[in-house]
Every structure is written in structure tokens, then in C-alpha cells.
């Protein structure tokens, strides 16, 4: 069975605002897109009118070969043509950013009301089949307000889940948590997700959120798509300066945790082994994604076995760029690593291509994002 494609190519603007442009937004398979960049960018705006809650000024969407939006710009010859189909008609499950959970309903009732329609027994095994899923089979009949931030982010899940939805939207599915949840339901999103397999697109400004819940990015930048490709690529290769700027970090590697003790991981990157602080790993994560900065790696030629960071990769180095003042350095130390030196440090050490030599980097200054599932 090939997966329902979506394919948008619209604008809207706000008065006031920067024009918003999905600019041949083309989402296939089963997977994650996220919708990424700065706050005011366009995310919410693309992803409202992706749900028909909002109506863009021009352009077409489609899904799986059926229109659910046409209009032309300017040219009023044309507009006879104009065609929206209505929210209800679209199969979406839409996740707002606050969840919008009714109030005065209870967790099953949040989670029937998109079911309507549907026969009383038909619901009450949906209903049901939800609450096991997400593990809230014990809070059925509680308010929201009884609930914790992480159980209502559930129960709004499950809401837009409930009607079988070809596909789901999220903005910003963990940005009303607090930190310590935050982190700890990321891993857990994904795994969902995963077993939900259905076309999702999640918007979210946070760069760590992009990473562990999305298989393809887009980012955008003032209502612009400045760049998209797998999630891996565009953290490691930003297309611009923009881009390097909204995603801050150069080298990201998949990785294998080969064990956890005393708080340290131990990885598996390329062919290289590391040692990273496990912070908030989850116990029994084994895919992660490795994340080092540039300026956070140190070069050194002579072996100075006194010194104090717990990774010491022998590196070749690939490639060497002027960039302003900064001079950047692809190496290879078993998986490709970037380093950046001042262009002053790096004539110190008579840098050039094939030279062989030590990147160190400390253990706390490995990031590690869970890829679960
Ligand atoms: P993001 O979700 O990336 O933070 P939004 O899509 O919410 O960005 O907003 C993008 C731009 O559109 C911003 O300049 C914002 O002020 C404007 N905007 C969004 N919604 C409205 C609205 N309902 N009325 C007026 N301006 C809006
Ligand atoms: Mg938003």
C-alpha cells in the first residue's frame, strides 16, 4: 500500500505580518515531518490551514489525490474555480498548542466527542481502546483540571487519534510542559507515533524536539521554507548562515548506547566509541542521536595524555574552510566530526588536509536525544 501524499502550495498574510508560504510542501509516508523554526515564523498559521481552521489567500492543498483547498490569487476570471472543503471533511486530527481539552468533560468524553456518528458500543470500545493505548484507563472519569500537564497532552492525543485520522497535525505538542515532563515525553511521543504510523506533521521551535520527533525537517524562517530534508541532514548541514543560526549545532551522529553506569553512556558513533553525560536518558535507550558543537571540540596534535576531556579521537582531518575569522574543520574520527578554531590557532598549528591528529571533547559537551522506538 503506498502512503497518501500531501501536497500544499499556498500564502496567507496577516495584516501586519511577514507572507506565509508552504512552498510546495510535499509530505509522504508515514513519517514525522516537523515544521521548524523561530517563534512567529508561520508555523501555527501553515499548520491551521493544513486543518482548514484557517483559509489561506491563494494556492492548493491536497491529499491523497482530493482537493481539500483551491483558490487563485488575483486573477478573478479564475475564481469560479475556488473550492474549500470544510475542517470535518478532511480526516485531520488537529492537537492545538494548549490541547483545548473541554473543560466540563471528562477524559472519556474529551476523547468520544469527535466520535459522533458512530453507534454507542462502537464508541465506548473506541474510547476504550484509547484509555489502554495511552495508559489512562485509571482517569476516565476525571476533569482536565485534575489532570497533569503530561495526562491532558495524552488525552489530547488520544481526542484527535479516536477518529482514525489520515493525518495528524500537532503544534507544539510539548511546549505547555514543564521541562523535567517535556524531556521525559519526548521519547515516549515518538514511540506513539511510530506505532500510529500515520502522516504527521508537528511544529515546534525547539530544536531538541525537532530532532527526536521528526524523520524529515522543514524549516522556516519569517513565513519562508529555508530549508527541508531528513531530520539528520539539515542539523548537520545547514543550507545558509540562517539555517546554521536556527539549528546551532554541527555535528549530529546516530548513535548506539552500549551501556549505562555512574550517570555516563557509553556510545557507539560511526566506529568511534564516546563516553557523554546520560542526563536524562531514559533507562533501556538505545538510539540516539549524538550532538557536539563546533567550538566545543579541541584540536591538539602532541597526545597530552594530562589533559582532562574523557574523549580522545584520532582524527584525519577532511576539510579545512575560511569562514570569517573562524576557520571550520570536517574531520574523521570514526564518524565525521566538525571543529571550529580561530583562523589565527589554526595557522599555529599548521592545519592541512590529511593531517592526522586528537579532537577532545569533555563528556558533559555530548548532547544525547533519545530516538525511541
Ligand atoms: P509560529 O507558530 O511560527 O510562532 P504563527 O503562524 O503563529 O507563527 O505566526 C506567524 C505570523 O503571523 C506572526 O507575525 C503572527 O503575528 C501572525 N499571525 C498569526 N496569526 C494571526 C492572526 N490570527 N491575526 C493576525 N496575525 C496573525
Ligand atoms: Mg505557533
Not at 61 to 75: E, H, L, M, P, V
Not at 189 to 211: C, F, G, N, S, Y
Request: net charge positive; charged share 20%.
Amino acid at each position: 500500500m503506498t502512503s497518501p501524499v500531501l501536497r500544499a502550495d499556498f500564502s496567507k498574510k496577516f495584516s501586519g505580518g511577514p507572507v506565509i508560504r508552504a512552498d510546495v510542501l510535499e509530505i509522504s509516508g508515514a513519517g514525522v515531518t516537523v515544521l521548524f523554526g523561530p517563534s512567529g515564523s508561520g508555523k501555527t498559521t501553515i499548520l491551521r490551514c493544513l486543518a482548514g481552521l484557517e483559509t489561506p489567500d491563494e494556492g492548493t492543498i491536497s491529499f491523497a489525490g482530493k482537493t481539500w483547498f483551491q483558490k487563485s490569487g488575483k486573477r478573478k476570471a479564475e475564481s469560479g474555480n475556488d473550492f474549500i472543503l470544510p475542517p470535518k471533511n478532511r480526516g485531520v486530527g488537529f492537537v492545538p498548542q494548549d490541547y483545548a481539552l473541554f473543560p466540563h468533560l471528562t477524559v472519556a468524553g474529551n476523547i468520544a466527542y469527535g466520535l459522533h456518528g458512530r453507534s454507542a458500543m462502537e464508541t465506548k470500545s473506541r474510547v476504550a481502546e484509547m484509555l489502554r493505548w495511552l495508559d489512562l484507563a485509571g482517569l476516565n472519569s476525571r476533569l482536565p483540571h485534575e489532570l497533569s500537564g503530561g495526562q491532558q497532552q495524552r488525552v489530547a492525543l488520544a481526542r484527535a487519534v479516536a477518529r482514525e485520522p489520515k493525518l495528524l497535525l500537532l503544534d507544539e505538542p510539548l511546549a505547555a510542559l514543564d521541562t523535567p515532563t517535556r524531556q521525559r515525553l519526548r521519547g515516549e511521543l515518538r514511540k506513539l507515533l511510530r506505532q500510529l504510523a500515520i502522516p504527521t506533521v508537528v511544529v515546534t521551535h525547539d530544536r531538541l524536539e525537532a530532532l527526536s520527533l521528526g524523520d524529515d525537517l522543514v524549516v522556516l524562517d519569517e513565513g519562508r521554507i529555508v530549508q527541508r530534508g531528513p531530520v539528520q541532514a539539515v542539523f548537520s548541514r545547514p543550507a545558509n548562515l540562517t539555517v546554521a543560526g536556527i539549528v546551532a549545532v554541527e555535528t549530529i551522529q546516530p548513535g548506539r548506547v552500549l551501556e549505562l553506569k555512574d550517570g555516563l553512556a557509553t556510545l557507539l558513533v560511526g566506529r568511534a566509541q564516546l563516553t557523554a553525560v546520560a542526563g536524562d536518558l531514559p533507562a533501556g535507550a538505545t538510539d540516539v542521536f549524538v550532538c557536539i558543537r563546533a567550538e566545543d571540540v579541541i584540536l591538539t596534535k602532541e597526545d597530552a595524555a594530562h589533559a582532562s576531556p574523557r574523549n580522545r579521537l584520532a582524527a584525519v582531518v577532511r576539510a579545512i574552510a575560511n569562514e570569517g575569522p573562524l576557520t571550520r574543520i570536517e574531520l574523521d574520527c570514526g564518524f565525521p566530526l566538525t571543529a571550529v578554531l580561530t583562523r589565527q590557532a589554526c595557522a599555529e598549528m599548521a592545519l592541512q588536509e590529511n593531517d592526522t591528529l586528537l579532537a577532545l571533547v569533555k563528556a558533559p559537551q555530548i548532547h544525547l536525544v533519545p530516538r525511541g522506538g
